[in-house]
């Protein structure tokens, strides 16, 4: 079992940027594959980035592709999530997900393991 807690949320203006970090606790963070998704009011949780267990593949929502950077650190047992040209449709919370598997996962429903989240509000 995993425990994810996210941290670097906050209010940042239209143009800016964030980096999120989201820190796993136990042994085999390497064996996990992770993702970003994010849930702003009203509407259903979506997909935002995704790594897997050795970083070597990642893979990115249309929405974000080319402003935001998924990446890890395994031996610190964390995954950022750095979020470049900020809109204020990007404003959500973001969750971090874990799943023990080899393949960057898409959807909500592969992921077993979930953070609490952490706000992300851009400001027009």
């Known amino acids: 079992q995993v425990q994810l807690v996210e941290s670097g949320g906050g209010l940042v203006q239209a143009g800016g940027s964030l980096r999120l970090s989201c820190a796993a606790s136990?042994?085999?963070?390497?064996?996990?594959?992770m993702g970003w998704f994010r849930q702003a009011p009203g509407k259903e949780r979506e997909f935002v980035a995704g790594?897997?267990?050795?970083?070597?593949?990642?893979y990115y929502a249309d929405s974000v592709k080319g402003r935001f950077t998924i990446s890890r650190h395994n031996a610190k047992n964390t995954v950022y999530l750095q979020m470049n040209s900020l809109t204020p449709e990007d404003t959500a919370v973001y969750y971090c997900?874990?799943?023990?598997?080899?393949?960057?996962?898409?959807?909500?429903?592969?992921?077993?393991?979930w953070g609490q989240g952490t706000q992300v509000t851009v400001s027009s």
């Open positions: 136990g042994r085999t963070f390497s064996s996990y594959t």
């Open positions: 997900a874990a799943d023990r598997d080899i393949a960057v996962l898409t959807r909500t429903d592969d992921y077993d393991y």
């Open positions: 790594i897997s267990w050795s970083g070597g593949r990642t």
